[in-house]
């Protein structure tokens, strides 16, 4: 068995995708990676929430009182009074019924597919869908149909053909991770009601940074009372702490609670987490001005690679990937960023297609408009360095 892991390992290093793991104190808008002070430009603190003082007394209080460990899943002794804090906030914020808490996005995902999703109904999922929701699908064991990204017509074209009396859903991320661009959630939704369809939105990425209050992006193209609709988030991404959610009617929440295995058969989160996470919902909804920061700092870093000649995909979010091609460049480029003290990772399959490897940057409300500008100034020189662009 060592003699194949090795012999994989020795492939993947062959073609450039073999990952390691790089040693990494963030703070504000900087990240020491290996010892090197740097730019970060590789998280998902779209808010610059992960080190606000407020977040850390709330967890630190929550810590001294309660202790470090629930100690036992939710359904044994482990369902502190925290989560119903938390999940009291939640149902505020997102104008809910209800609310569940799961310990991770990955979990959440593969927790509501399974339970929902039987073995005879058709999934259609996005081609660039995250692992998580793929796992999930593949874990229902129901037929998955994927379209090509973004394409409602063949997602349309797949529901016509599909067989009549099957149980229909569609499955998208809200916004996709890699490429930083938008669903069409208003086209799916369509789609949803024509072919009496389910509707299932991943808001990892978009929770805290669209809506009128950081609800979403359900929300921010007012689709957050549409029925049939299942929305999942995070707090580990805008909101700068850990966890994921579930919101919507009673039933829905009452049947997760009663069969989603991730949910069920795993230790409840530590009292900090908790108190954390119902600290940075009061937050997102009270000050605005971080996202309308966020979205100014991301619209003048797009624009300004755009203009060099890179190429940043449908980005029209804080994500905006910089699609190098060939892996070996991507490594190459990220090298260079790195010794010139921004922090950037790349991207290479089977995270991304083949062929389409990439340094995936992301914009923070921590940062200034002088560090946009001094990181567009450094990515233009290492992107002439690698013959990216002239």
Not at 14 to 36: D, F, W, Y
Not at 91 to 116: C, D, H, M, P, R
Request: glycine letters at 8%.
């Amino acid at each position: 068995m060592k003699t194949e892991i090795c012999f994989e390992l020795n492939k993947l290093e062959q073609k450039a995708q073999k990952r390691q793991l790089c040693r990494a104190e963030a703070s504000g808008a900087s990240v020491i990676l290996n010892g090197k002070p740097m730019l970060n430009l590789a998280s998902n603190n779209y808010l610059g929430l992960a080190d606000d003082q407020r977040l850390i007394e709330a967890g630190c209080e929550a810590m001294q009182r309660y202790g470090a460990g629930a100690g036992a899943s939710r359904l044994v002794v482990g369902n502190h009074p925290l989560y119903e804090r938390a999940e009291a906030a939640l149902k505020q914020w997102k104008q809910a019924e209800a609310a569940l808490i799961f310990n991770s996005g990955y979990t959440a995902n593969i927790g509501v597919l399974t339970a929902l999703i039987r073995r005879d109904d058709l999934v259609f999922s996005d081609e660039w869908n995250h692992a998580s929701l793929i796992d999930g699908i593949r874990l229902s064991k129901a037929a998955c149909f994927r379209y090509r990204h973004n394409d409602v017509d063949q997602l349309e074209a797949l529901l016509r053909q599909s067989p009549p009396g099957k149980r229909k859903w569609i499955v998208t991320d809200a916004v996709f991770s890699m490429d930083g661009d938008l669903a069409p959630l208003s086209e799916l939704v369509e789609l949803k009601r024509r072919y009496r369809a389910m509707l299932v939105v991943d808001e990892a990425h978009s929770g805290g940074v669209f809506g009128p209050n950081g609800e979403g992006l359900l929300c921010h193209f007012g689709l957050e009372k549409e029925e049939n609709v299942i929305a999942i988030g995070t707090f580990s991404k805008a909101l700068g702490s850990f966890g994921a959610y579930v919101t919507g009617e009673p039933w829905l929440i009452d049947y997760l609670i009663n069969s989603a295995r991730s949910f069920i058969f795993t230790t409840a989160l530590p009292p900090a987490v908790l108190a954390a996470n119902e600290a940075a919902i009061h937050i997102v909804q009270s000050e605005p001005e971080r996202r309308g920061r966020l979205h100014a700092l991301s619209e003048r870093f797009r624009t300004k690679l755009t203009q060099l000649g890179f190429g940043t995909g449908g980005s029209e979010t804080p994500i905006v990937p910089v699609i190098v091609g060939p892996n070996d460049q991507a490594v190459a480029m990220s090298e260079l960023l790195q010794e010139a003290d921004i922090a950037a990772i790349a991207i290479r399959p089977p995270t991304v297609p083949e062929g389409t490897a990439r340094i995936r940057f992301s914009v923070t409300a921590a940062m200034t408009a002088e560090d946009v500008d001094m990181a567009v100034d450094r990515i233009a020189w290492a992107g002439r360095q690698i013959g990216l662009i002239s």
